[in-house]
């Protein structure tokens, strides 16, 4: 039975020294005029944050705020994974995993993981609590690569099982994603359905897009299938490069800290409901978007956070599960997401016991309305607790 180990993050010297230099040297383009957020990441906001960077953001400080919580890595066949494992602070804690997705970390949860954990030093219940675990999927962040086959999701599912019940020792879990994370936590309620409590997501997983009919849909599903090609369109060019050719934006991406911010700061914009116009720091203060980038300029894993999108598009999870997922299911949806789905798209797939239309928010719920969310969960899974 494998054994997880704990790690405490300590970045060497000499590689915040080599950022410091890259960031002095950064060359930079020229830029349309008027162009605003229009071509992408406005020239003139990243120089502000690179600035920061440079003379501002304290990455040590950064760094000790994410060592309050308890990190391990644990060897999965070959595959090291890192996990965050907070116990919850309650009479009977619900063990609860935590998936995030592109281009964010575990990063994504650092405000909601207390919450969850010890809801009573927030206004709630400690009959709420939850044990949460909260790893760096395969790739991403502190995690190893995972191998090309079968294809990520599937294979990630698999992975992420075994920790919560060979390792952590739970028999039956409840599972929280979003983006990468929901097709990661819908193939997990396809393989494990036994093992799980229930699951929960803030969008249906976008791949469920292409493999709708075109017969018999209702006008709401009808309007989600335009608004899905109309955004892969305008905003999808992203994930048609991940997918097709991600090794050559990843040289630049993983040598340039310029490069790989506007890459990654350009979502959180467009994502998130700041309103646009470069208005992202409505949303996020620059020492978060900075300690998401660092994540992936440290550890070197831009190019393997790419491995999702290339599978999905060359090893594409099997078709033949049952439909929809048998596991009770609840969906939180934030209006400034990418596309949000309506909920009759969502009970093709799913056993949808609980839908809810947010008020405001984007992509990164977690970070950017972490209330909101904790709510929803906490209700969503409060009757299942027995």
Known sequence: MPKAKSLKLKTPQKTLTDLKRRLANTRW??????????????????????????????WRSQEAKLNNFH???????GLGLHFIHEHGQGPSPMPLLLLHGWPDSFYRFYKVIPMLADPASYGGSPADAADVIVPSLPGFGFSDRTAKQPSFVVQTADQLKRPMTEVLGYKRFAVHGGDVGSGVTERLAHAY????????????PHGHIFSMPTETLSQAEQQYLKAGQVWGMTEGAYALVQSTKPQTLA?????????????????????????GNGNVERCFSKDELLTNVMIYWLTGTINSSFQYYFDNQHHPPPQDD????????????????????????????FNIQRWTQMPRCGHFAALEEPELLVSDVREFFRPMRQ
């Open 71 to 77: 990190h391990f890595r644990v060897d999965i066949d």
């Open 29 to 58: 383009p020229d830029e349309a005029e008027d162009a605003g957020w229009a071509y992408g990441t406005n020239l003139g906001y990243l120089k502000a944050l690179l600035d920061y960077w440079h003379n501002g953001f304290d």
């Open 193 to 204: 359905p036994d093992a799980l409590i229930g699951i929960h997501m803030t969008d249906i």
């Open 251 to 275: 040289y630049g991406l993983n040598d340039s800290p310029a490069g790989l911010a506007a890459w990654i700061v350009e979502k959180f914009s467009a994502w998130s409901d700041s309103g």
């Open 322 to 349: 049952p439909a929809p997922v048998g596991v009770p299911t609840g969906v939180a949806l934030f209006p400034k997401d990418l596309v949000p789905a309506p909920r009759a798209f969502g009970e093709r797939y």
